[in-house]
């Protein structure tokens, strides 16, 4: 049977007994250093590591059974729902794709159970494309919910391993394996990428993780960002051989190792040092990651008190992250603002995926 979209409405409730549903949240992260050594083939090559964290912002979704076979999508963020039946084919069209192929995949995975239907609701705290991780925040909390409805009961690892290959293999979305890690785990972590993937949970004082919240700030630059161009160049320049992008992703790499060992001795003035860093590297892998707006921000930060600051995702756009001298965050924060970028504070998240049950 053909997929049809916009014609399945939601389930009615015809009783006053309120319905269990099943809910999911995973968090956006912020990278810190190794951007882009998790993306093939430099990983298999020369192996990679990014350090990140993630923070207490979140993609949700909830699940509602119905008992009708029909099975709906509604996301928030895009504004625009999908409905079919349970059993169809499913067409990966370009209509909330991330979902529809996690459903596909998980309805044949090894001991799932039969199949019904659905109604399946998305929202996250921030745009696609804002460097924040948000897609794959999205798919790992699809993954929860549906693995649950499914009977599935999957590890962290398997989470984060399904979730890259649905973006990576079946969706054919370039980028790396950093974001279904980061959101399936949660925390702070050093995550290393071979031919197998290795996090390693970092033990952080909780005196550095206040610091940390005390002292750093995103900025968002209005402009979401289509990473694909920048990764494919990225990769087209590291299979060239330039020399200055294997510069910038190696050093990459070796910050990031530098950046863990300040992290876990809480020595927050040096890791924004080597966040600024990390930043002048990362420029070197593709020259489509900065733009004018994302320079004079860094230049301006940098010159008002900020110890360093750098694109949070592929580049182009999206946010930035800085840290700062506490007594001057306040100032760059002003002039940020007065660019016309949206400045927030943050906290960090401990958790990765969460599924709990709920009523509707």
Same mark, same amino acid.
């Given at each position: 049977?053909?997929?049809?979209?916009?014609l399945v409405s939601p389930e009615p409730v015809t009783s006053d007994v309120r319905r269990p549903v099943l809910r999911a949240r995973a968090p956006l992260r912020i990278s810190f250093a190794g951007g882009g050594t998790d993306v093939a083939p430099f990983?298999?090559?020369?192996? =990679?590591?990014?350090?990140?964290? #993630?923070?207490?912002?979140?993609?949700?979704? #909830?699940?509602?059974?119905?008992?009708?076979?029909?099975?709906?999508?509604?996301?928030? $963020?895009?504004?625009?729902?999908?409905?079919?039946?349970?059993? %169809?084919?499913?067409?990966?069209?370009?209509?909330?794709?991330?979902?529809?192929?996690?459903?596909?995949?998980?309805?044949?995975?090894?001991?799932?159970?039969?199949?019904?239907?659905?109604?399946?609701?998305?929202?996250?705290?921030?745009?696609?494309?804002?460097?924040?991780?948000?897609?794959?925040?999205?798919?790992?909390?699809? /993954?929860?919910?549906? &693995?649950?409805?499914?009977? +599935?009961?999957? #590890?962290?690892?398997?989470?984060?391993?399904?979730?890259?290959?649905?973006?990576?293999? %079946? +969706?054919?979305?370039?980028?790396? &394996?950093? $974001?279904?890690?980061?959101?399936?785990?949660? =925390?702070?972590?050093?995550?290393?990428? #071979? $031919?197998?993937?290795?996090?390693?949970?970092?033990?952080?004082?909780?005196?550095?993780?206040?610091?940390?919240?005390?002292?750093?700030?995103?900025?968002?630059?209005?402009?979401?960002?289509?990473?694909?161009?920048? /990764?494919? %160049?990225?990769?087209? *320049?590291?299979?060239?051989?330039?020399?200055?992008?294997?510069?910038?992703?190696?050093?990459?790499?070796?910050?990031?190792?530098?950046?863990?060992?300040?992290?876990?001795?809480?020595?927050v003035d040096t890791l924004g040092r080597l966040l600024g860093q990390a930043w002048d590297e990362k420029r070197k892998m593709s020259d489509r990651i900065a733009t004018p707006l994302i320079d004079e921000a860094i230049t301006k930060a940098l010159s008002?008190?900020?110890?360093?600051?750098?694109?949070?995702? &592929?580049?182009? =756009?999206?946010? +930035?992250?800085?840290?700062?001298?506490?007594?001057?965050?306040?100032?760059?924060?002003?002039?940020?603002?007065?660019?016309?970028?949206?400045?927030?504070?943050?906290?960090?998240?401990?958790? =990765?995926?969460?599924?709990? *049950?709920?009523?509707?």
């Amino acid at each position: 049977m053909a997929q049809q979209s916009h014609l399945v409405s939601p389930e009615p409730v015809t009783s006053d007994v309120r319905r269990p549903v099943l809910r999911a949240r995973a968090p956006l992260r912020i990278s810190f250093a190794g951007g882009g050594t998790d993306v093939a083939p430099f990983p298999e090559r020369e192996g =990679g590591a990014v350090l990140s964290a #993630t923070i207490s912002a979140y993609s949700y979704c #909830t699940l509602r059974p119905r008992s009708d076979g029909q099975v709906t999508i509604k996301s928030l $963020d895009y504004g625009y729902s999908v409905g079919f039946n349970v059993e %169809d084919d499913l067409e990966l069209d370009g209509q909330l794709d991330l979902p529809k192929a996690t459903i596909a995949r998980l309805r044949q995975y090894p001991g799932a159970t039969a199949a019904t239907g659905f109604d399946l609701f998305i929202h996250t705290n921030a745009p696609p494309g804002s460097g924040l991780g948000s897609s794959s925040a999205v798919m790992v909390a699809v /993954i929860g919910v549906v &693995a649950q409805h499914l009977g +599935l009961d999957l #590890t962290e690892y398997e989470v984060a391993e399904l979730a890259y290959r649905l973006e990576r293999e %079946d +969706l054919q979305i370039p980028g790396g &394996a950093q $974001d279904q890690y980061a959101a399936s785990f949660g =925390g702070f972590n050093y995550i290393e990428f #071979t $031919d197998q993937v290795v996090v390693n949970p970092l033990r952080i004082r909780d005196a550095t993780i206040h610091e940390l919240e005390h002292n750093m700030l995103l900025a968002y630059t209005g402009n979401t960002r289509v990473s694909d161009h920048i /990764i494919d %160049d990225q990769v087209s *320049r590291y299979e060239r051989g330039e020399e200055v992008a294997l510069e910038g992703l190696r050093a990459q790499k070796e910050l990031a190792a530098e950046m863990k060992l300040a992290l876990v001795r809480g020595e927050v003035d040096t890791l924004g040092r080597l966040l600024g860093q990390a930043w002048d590297e990362k420029r070197k892998m593709s020259d489509r990651i900065a733009t004018p707006l994302i320079d004079e921000a860094i230049t301006k930060a940098l010159s008002l008190g900020a110890l360093g600051g750098k694109v949070t995702g &592929a580049g182009g =756009g999206g946010h +930035l992250v800085f840290i700062c001298e506490f007594e001057r965050r306040h100032v760059v924060a002003e002039e940020l603002t007065r660019m016309g970028l949206g400045v927030s504070e943050f906290t960090f998240s401990r958790e =990765g995926l969460v599924t709990w *049950r709920g009523q509707s």
